[in-house]
């Protein structure tokens, strides 16, 4: 059984499981834990990394480090249209790169603020603990995110001008779709993937499509830029709608 290493929430994770499910590839999802689940990943993938992050696919004997491998296995393994045809990978990989840009303004945000959060904190507890203790693990959850924020190397004094990220992004995938195009590559595509999720960022989809606690949707919310980029979450929603399984 292919196994699949996730942050429920994360973004490249949603690109690894939308790939997958794409494809009709089954799977068994894990939950990663920051800091002390990286021996398990850095155990499967050896040396291929320096820095261990995930999503990080187990499948057929082989790890797959990140959400762009995991795209391309699937491509190879799974049935129906490929994600990154030949004729387009140039162009997707440009897309994926427009998208991991924009990311790293929204990775300074979140952790940034869930620091400031403590309902977010506690949503990052593993599953087993239960909610009255929750509160407890706070500094500890807090200790992680100093960690995340080291291991990326974001300041919460810089997630203002991080923030210009996100918008060049956007501004980017508007352009992209200018002329009302459903699709950026004329095709549904990982292009599309990788910049719907991007959108994670700006207002997370519905929860019948993934499903978050309300502290952890906050903090991924960003209200003003979602009104200023209301059509391209329109168009979000509806690549949901036409191409993701209700989870």
Do not use: C
């Given at each position: 059984?292919?196994?699949?290493?996730?942050?429920?929430?994360?973004?490249?994770?949603?690109?690894?499981?939308?790939?997958?499910?794409?494809?009709?590839?089954?799977?068994?999802?894990?939950?990663?834990?920051?800091?002390?689940?990286?021996?398990?990943?850095?155990?499967?993938?050896g040396a291929k990394?320096?820095?261990?992050?995930?999503?990080?696919?187990?499948?057929?004997?082989?790890?797959?480090?990140?959400?762009?491998?995991?795209?391309?296995?699937?491509?190879?393994?799974?049935?129906?249209?490929?994600?990154?045809?030949?004729?387009?990978?140039?162009?997707?990989?440009?897309?994926?790169?427009?998208?991991?840009?924009?990311?790293?303004?929204?990775?300074?945000?979140?952790?940034?603020?869930?620091?400031?959060?403590?309902?977010?904190?506690?949503?990052?507890?593993?599953p087993f603990v239960?909610?009255?203790?929750?509160?407890?693990?706070?500094?500890?959850?807090?200790?992680?995110?100093?960690?995340?924020?080291?291991?990326?190397?974001t300041r919460s004094?810089?997630?203002?001008?991080?923030?210009?990220?996100?918008?060049?992004?956007?501004?980017?995938?508007?352009?992209?779709?200018?002329?009302?195009?459903?699709?950026?590559?004329?095709?549904?595509?990982?292009?599309?993937?990788?910049?719907?999720?991007?959108?994670?960022?700006?207002?997370?989809?519905?929860?019948?499509?993934?499903?978050?606690?309300?502290?952890?949707?906050?903090?991924?919310?960003?209200?003003?830029?979602?009104?200023?980029?209301?059509?391209?979450?329109?168009?979000?929603?509806?690549?949901?709608?036409?191409?993701?399984?209700?989870?």
């Amino acid at each position: 059984m292919r196994r699949l290493f996730v942050i429920h929430e994360s973004p490249w994770s949603e690109r690894a499981r939308w790939a997958l499910d794409h494809h009709g590839l089954r799977y068994s999802t894990v939950g990663h834990l920051p800091l002390l689940g990286e021996w398990q990943l850095r155990r499967l993938l050896g040396a291929k990394k320096e820095r261990i992050t995930v999503p990080v696919l187990a499948a057929d004997g082989s790890a797959y480090g990140d959400s762009w491998e995991i795209a391309l296995y699937a491509d190879r393994t799974g049935a129906g249209e490929k994600l990154v045809p030949s004729s387009l990978e140039g162009d997707v990989r440009h897309w994926n790169q427009v998208a991991d840009g924009g990311m790293g303004g929204v990775r300074a945000r979140v952790l940034a603020r869930m620091l400031e959060n403590p309902k977010s904190l506690d949503a990052q507890a593993p599953p087993f603990v239960p909610a009255w203790a929750r509160a407890l693990l706070r500094p500890t959850a807090k200790w992680v995110v100093r960690h995340l924020q080291r291991k990326y190397q974001t300041r919460s004094d810089e997630v203002g001008s991080n923030a210009m990220q996100l918008r060049a992004a956007l501004d980017t995938l508007r352009d992209g779709l200018k002329g009302n195009k459903r699709y950026l590559l004329g095709q549904f595509s990982y292009a599309d993937i990788a910049m719907a999720t991007l959108l994670q960022g700006v207002l997370p989809v519905s929860d019948l499509f993934l499903r978050l606690a309300p502290a952890v949707r906050d903090v991924w919310t960003e209200d003003a830029v979602a009104r200023d980029y209301a059509d391209l979450i329109a168009w979000r929603d509806d690549l949901y709608e036409r191409h993701r399984k209700v989870g």
